[in-house]
């Protein structure tokens, strides 16, 4: 955004000032791009399935042992030793490739 108002005051300010105001606006422009790139840098992106551990699941198909859980708006396969019926809300404990593990949540 500042590139471009760096070129709009090239353009519409008389000389000297569109020099100053262009100057002025690419040094705030690169302190903007170095702002962003430290922010952004230190984030880790966050995806895969293994973000899913820890969350609570609701159990769409009874899993005795094998079932299906809705998380996220979505149907995953689930297994659970402990077994869980209908409607009931398990916590994801791990993952066994594309199943869940799921246990009954307190």
Known sequence: MLLLVAVALLVAVPSPWNAVGFIVCLVLFGGEVVFWNRTVRARRAVAGAETLVGQTASVVTACLPDGQVRLAGEIWEAHSDDGAEQGETVVVTG?????LLVARSA
């Open 95 to 99: 993952r066994d490739g594309l199943t």
